[in-house]
Structures are given as structure tokens and as C-alpha cells.
């Protein structure tokens, strides 16, 4: 096994004081850290010093996804046991079946109730085992189901990373904070982290500056927490996600890129997106569907020649990517360098721009 695929490799001393646990007070007030992959320099900035990398005809894309609220507690029947259910995906909107992940998965078996809401008013089933801690539910509900969607929402609260919510629990700020202004599609479970720090100002002054933007959908998912417990990464495997790229802006990154213009992916689920979409010709194609592309060095990138990322944790699949795409040696330095700085890490920290 060469020695650039091992997991331990991207190991790094990272502490819990460098982990932000709370949003900044204002979205774009937040260090970044502007990475040059060609001298391999690295400037110290701020979040609004973005204006100053991207002009005319630049293309930046953002991922429109919205956060749904997937943490949601139960009861089981007879016990009275209290459960985590957490949602991943819905499976079918008209027999109402979601995947969920359940805690403590060892108490919940096939057959068993589980029931919501103070008063238990809403129950569901469980109908399959998928994995260890999988589970599939049926919700048993006699309303209308075109209106289910907004009412199963109202059980759930928003999906902080497990070790943020176990660290300080939920705010009333999450709510709005852990998602992006620009959130529309729903169906993500976790927040594409780097979208966060955008504001409407920022934006407009981009656009201002000629800069254009382009929305594309990742329903993030938790693959993005998962612990990799394999030393050799091509034995990895990830969590599918849902990707659409409309014909219209497939067709506007093609151009982008062959006029020479930068091409900003904002966010680590842009960039895996955008390479599940590539031709053998290295253009983007319309793309609506999933992918479980795991991006690990070496690897060819084909579309965006910019990244707009967080800080990532040791070990995680977001930070293999990263190392990816400019290369270990300059990311491992830049990690050290952030920790020097006390720069923060994870969801809620500060972020990486990579020319």
C-alpha cells in the first residue's frame, strides 16, 4: 500500500479549543486563509477580502441545498425507552418511508412503535434493518400526505454535528445560523459549512464586481462525520448523495472554463458534485441523481480551479479531499499554521480559500 493512501497519515494534533462551538456573532466575520497551490504562499485574511479574488466573468457556485430538521426523539412502545431517530432520506413520499438512523439502535427491531410529540401523536413502524444503527420507518398518518412533510418537520430540531450538540446543546440561533441565506431544495442533513459565511452584501458586491454565481443541489449527508476506520482509503466507502446540475449551468461552467475564467467551488460538496458530473472530455454534464464518489489523493480535478472550504478535522473524508486538491505537504503546512493563528475548526469556524 502506498504510503499517500493511508488514513493515519492525515492524522494531526488538533484540540477542542481549536473546534468552534458557535457561529461568529455576524456570518462573514471570520478569518481566511487564502491558499496558492502554484507558489504555494499563504496569506492570512478576512472572510470579506473574498472581494478582492474574483471579478469579471468568475463563476462561483454555491450548492442551494436546505438543512432539514432531522433529529428527532421517541418513545418506544412498552418500554417507554427513549430514541434518537435521525433522518436521512425519504424513500417513498406516498407510503410515507424514510431511512432513518435510530440510538440505541440495539433496542429497535423490526415490528416495534416508535411515537413522537409529547402526546404521541405520531407514530411510525419499523419495516427493515439497513445497517448496524439503520433503520427504515413507515409513518402511520391519515391526513394528507402532501402536507406530511411540514408536519413530521415540526418533531425535529436542527442536525448540529453530535459533538457540537453534546458539547453545549441546541441554541435558539441554530435555527437560522445552521443554514445558508440561499437555502431553498430540501433534503440535506448536514450544513455545506463554507456557505455560511456568506452574506447578501458580499454577494451583491461580487456581482458588482462582474462576478457571477451559479446554484447547483448537494443534499449533504452525515458522510461527512463518519469516522473512516480503514487505514487503506481505496477500501473507503461513502455515504451517497443527491446531486443536480441544471443543463443551463452545466453549459455556463463549460464556457466559464474555457474562457480562462476562475471557476469557485464553494465547498467541499460542490467540488465532489461537480467531479460525479465530469465527460471523459473533462466538461460537466447535466447531472440529477446520486454519488458515493470518495475523493482521496491522487486524484485528477477537471472542473473548478478554485476551492472555498472550512477547516476540517483530522482523518475526515473533507480533509483528504482538501489535501487532494492542493496537495498534502502545502495543506498539512497550512493546518499547522491555522493552529499557530488560532484560527477555528469545523462547521461553525473559519475557512480556507485555494487558488
Request: glycine share 6%.
Amino acid at each position: 500500500m502506498s504510503e499517500v493512501y493511508k488514513l493515519s497519515k492525515f492524522d494531526f494534533p488538533l484540540t477542542e479549543e481549536h473546534i468552534a462551538l458557535y457561529p461568529p456573532k455576524e456570518r462573514s466575520d471570520c478569518k481566511m486563509m487564502v491558499v496558492h497551490r502554484d507558489t504555494g504562499k499563504i496569506e492570512h485574511k478576512k472572510f470579506n477580502d473574498i472581494l478582492n479574488y474574483f471579478s469579471d466573468d468568475d463563476l462561483l457556485l454555491i450548492n442551494n441545498t436546505k438543512v432539514i430538521p432531522a433529529r428527532m426523539w421517541a418513545t418506544k412502545e412498552k418500554t417507554g425507552a427513549k430514541i434518537e431517530v435521525f433522518l436521512l432520506r425519504e424513500l417513498n413520499s406516498e407510503q410515507l418511508v424514510w431511512d432513518v438512523l435510530v440510538d440505541p439502535a440495539r433496542k429497535i427491531r423490526v415490528g416495534n412503535k416508535l411515537y413522537f410529540g409529547d402526546d404521541e401523536i405520531l407514530v411510525a413502524e419499523v419495516i427493515d434493518n439497513t445497517t448496524s444503527r439503520g433503520r427504515t420507518i413507515r409513518f402511520l398518518y391519515d391526513g394528507d400526505p402532501s402536507g406530511f412533510t411540514d408536519y413530521l418537520f415540526s418533531f425535529g430540531e436542527t442536525p448540529l454535528p453530535k459533538w457540537i450538540q453534546q458539547k453545549r446543546g441546541l441554541d435558539p440561533s441554530d435555527k437560522e445560523r445552521y443554514q445558508s441565506i440561499f437555502a431553498k431544495e430540501i433534503g440535506a442533513v448536514a450544513a455545506p459549512s463554507s456557505s455560511l459565511h456568506f452574506t447578501k452584501e458580499i454577494m451583491k458586491r461580487l456581482e458588482i464586481k462582474g462576478a457571477e454565481f451559479g446554484e447547483m443541489t448537494v443534499h449533504t449527508g452525515l458522510g461527512s462525520f463518519r469516522t473512516i476506520d480503514v487505514e487503506d482509503l481505496s477500501k473507503h466507502r461513502v455515504d451517497a448523495e443527491y446531486v443536480h446540475i441544471p443543463e443551463k449551468l452545466a453549459n455556463k461552467i463549460n464556457k466559464t472554463k474555457k474562457n480562462g475564467n476562475k471557476v469557485l467551488a464553494v465547498g467541499t460538496s460542490i467540488m465532489r458534485g461537480l467531479e460525479s458530473s465530469v465527460t471523459s472530455t473533462g466538461d460537466v454534464k447535466p447531472y440529477d441523481g446520486w454519488t458515493n464518489l470518495f475523493i482521496y489523493p491522487p486524484f485528477q480535478f477537471n472542473v473548478a480551479n478554485c476551492l472555498l472550504t472550512n477547516l476540517h478535522v483530522p482523518k475526515s473524508s473533507l480533509q483528504i479531499m482538501v489535501c487532494s486538491y492542493a496537495g498534502y505537504d502545502l495543506i498539512m503546512k497550512a493546518y499547522e499554521e491555522a493552529m499557530e493563528k488560532n484560527y477555528k475548526f469545523f462547521t461553525y469556524g473559519d475557512c480556507m480559500l485555494i487558488l
